[in-house]
């Protein structure tokens, strides 16, 4: 394929560059992160390990972007990518599709739309809580953990994914394989991989955790038409954006522009690069028009155990009120979501 029909395959010019930039360093990061994490030198180690945990996060971001159609102008082009960008990231144990039905279910409901009751699960389980508790005050994201857990044997524990079971055992022989030849090769590299990783998850929840304040429905395998559905205007008042700086733009590129969620869910036909622009037609530059660093930091803190469950309490504030009080870290915030989780 010649290099302009390569590029008429994409939604649109400018995708080349960005998506083309964020898709190499996925790629090299990946690929120069796991190098790094098995050589002898700490220094080396630490910096290959950041390298890599944010390699996967930047795959992860592209999958976002692929499940809308995003980067090609085809579903099948956006569809290959997106499959091959979950094996970096570690979520290739179910399917692309699922996580991209989950996805648009969100938007389209207007609704945190799941089949896992994790709060039913841990109220069953309270030794699996209280030790999820623990684990979460000293930041391991335990929780998240979980959810990973369901994700690798998805289709032995979500009776409508059976039919996905010799695709699911392929994925965890291999990934299992691979990772425990690094295990008994090069222990401290796996060490430092799984570090990476949990890195990734801390990310992507942290992202998450402030972007809705509606609680989580159990809806993803039924029918009937959710109430909130196509109420656009419900949907931007419990909505919230979470960049990383407004003065200093391009710190946003750390993931992909993802804070700014309003505008996302504005238009969920924008690329990545184009959300900022979004974002200002719709507010200006205002501070009050998003939660800052400062206060998504606070909250993901003080919130750390609170937050794992029973935080949507029925007599909390809500939109214009929820934000003000985000603004004042005065939230619990969400926990363990993902779009990568497609469940």
């Known amino acids: 394929m010649s290099a302009r029909n390569y590029a008429n395959t994409l939604r649109e010019p400018e995708g080349l560059r ?3 930039l964020a898709l190499l360093y996925a790629g090299l990061g990946w690929a120069l992160g796991l190098m790094g994490i098995l050589q002898d030198s700490l220094a080396i180690n630490a910096l290959a390990t950041l390298l890599l945990a944010h390699a996967m996060i930047i795959a992860a971001y592209l999958v976002h972007e692929c499940a809308h159609n995003l980067v090609f102008r085809s579903i099948r082009h956006n569809a290959a990518l997106g499959r091959a960008l979950t094996w970096l990231c570690g979520a290739a144990y179910g399917t692309y599709e699922d996580i991209r039905y989950k996805h648009f279910r969100h938007h389209v409901d207007n609704d945190d739309v799941v089949w896992f009751d994790y709060e039913w699960f841990f109220r069953e389980h309270p030794l699996t809580l209280r030790v999820t508790r623990i684990l979460e005050w000293f930041y391991v994201p335990a929780h ?5 857990g369901i994700m690798i044997f998805t289709s032995f524990l979500i009776p409508e994914r059976r039919a996905q079971r010799k695709y699911n055992v392929t994925v965890i022989v291999i990934r299992a394989g691979l990772f425990l030849a690094l295990l008994i090769a090069a222990p401290k590299a796996a060490f430092l991989y799984v570090l990476a990783y949990l890195i990734m998850m801390t990310v992507l929840r942290f992202m998450d955790s402030l972007q ?4 989580y429905s159990l809806t993803l395998f039924t029918k009937g038409r959710p109430p909130r559905k196509g109420d656009v205007e419900w949907e931007q008042e419990h909505t919230y954006s979470n960049p990383h700086s407004l003065r200093f733009q391009r710190l946003n590129w750390l993931t992909l522009n993802f804070g700014f969620h309003n505008a996302h869910h504005a238009d969920m036909n924008l690329p990545w690069y184009r959300l900022p622009a979004k974002h200002r037609e719709m507010y200006g530059d205002p501070a ?12 993901f803190h003080r919130q750390r155990v609170r937050r794992i469950m029973d935080n949507h309490e029925e007599d909390a504030p809500s939109g214009r009120e929820w934000l003000r009080a985000a603004q004042r870290a005065e939230v619990y915030g969400g926990n363990a979501a993902s779009f990568l989780t497609s469940f």
Not at 144 to 148: A, E, S
Not at 288 to 297: K, N, W, Y
């Open 18 to 20: 960005y998506n083309g």
């Open 212 to 215: 809705h304040d509606y609680p």
């Open 144 to 148: 998240d953990l979980i959810m990973h």
């Open 288 to 299: 009050d028009a998003v939660i800052p660093l400062s206060a998504q930091l606070r909250v």
